[in-house]
């Protein structure tokens, strides 16, 4: 039995942007939107910064079938957004 080449992990890249409700809560107001590459996210991400109280774009190796995830990394980072888990 031959074993399988190793494939590149997915990555799940991710944008997300924050506005405060009226509690001054951080709350998601678009996405999370997932995008086909980092520069695309990069420069979603950044089309919205300014217009929110905070947007993040970020990536991680991603095996949703097997429930593997990698840690994230930030590829852009505006204003305020909550801790990521």
Do not use: C
């Amino acid at each position: 039995m031959s074993a399988l080449p190793q494939q590149k992990a997915p990555k799940l890249i991710v944008v997300v942007a924050f506005d405060r409700d009226d509690d001054g809560e951080l709350q998601p107001v678009f996405g999370p939107a997932e995008q086909q590459t980092e520069d695309r996210a990069i420069r979603t991400a950044k089309g919205l910064a300014g217009k929110h109280a905070g947007v993040i774009a970020w990536s991680r190796e991603a095996n949703p079938t097997i429930g593997e995830y990698g840690e994230p990394t930030t590829l852009f980072l505006f204003g305020d957004v909550p801790d990521m888990e």
